[in-house]
């Protein structure tokens, strides 16, 4: 099953070179997975993410560094709004939220509903300048 996963995590990457140097950068969601899995953005510019959910379950966007995620993992939010790195997308819907990050680095994106990192749903994105 791990040999399984890191294949499709592989063609996920593959065909994930949609890598966004713009300001609006657009990710879909399908079968809890995020496409692309792999993102680029601009370093201190606002960008905008275009989150589209095509599942019929809600899911959730939420980047931060690895302490915002342990947080996330253990928390009890069951909903996430006001908080533009933390996006609930219900079943079927598009948010958007736009986000200006200020250092240079890689952050994970994740959706954090039960179940659903370990089955793969997460996503890197790497700020550059
Ligand atoms: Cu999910």
Do not use: K
Request: proline share 5%; glycine share 10%.
């Amino acid at each position: 099953m791990l040999v399984l996963l890191a294949a499709l995590s592989t063609i996920v990457s593959g065909c994930a070179s949609a890598e966004a140097a713009g300001t609006s950068v657009e990710i879909g969601i399908r079968y809890s997975r995020f496409h692309p899995a792999n993102v680029t953005v601009p370093r201190g510019r606002p960008v905008t993410f275009v989150i589209r959910n095509d599942d019929p379950i809600d899911h959730e966007w939420i980047i931060g560094s690895e302490a915002v995620h342990e947080a996330h993992r253990t928390g009890s939010e069951a909903h996430h709004d006001g908080r533009p790195t933390e996006v609930t997308v219900p079943a079927l819907s598009t948010r958007e939220t736009t986000v200006t990050l200020a250092e240079a680095g890689s952050l994970e994106f994740l959706c954090h509903l039960p179940g659903h990192e370990a089955y793969g749903m997460s996503g890197t994105l790497t700020v550059e300048g």
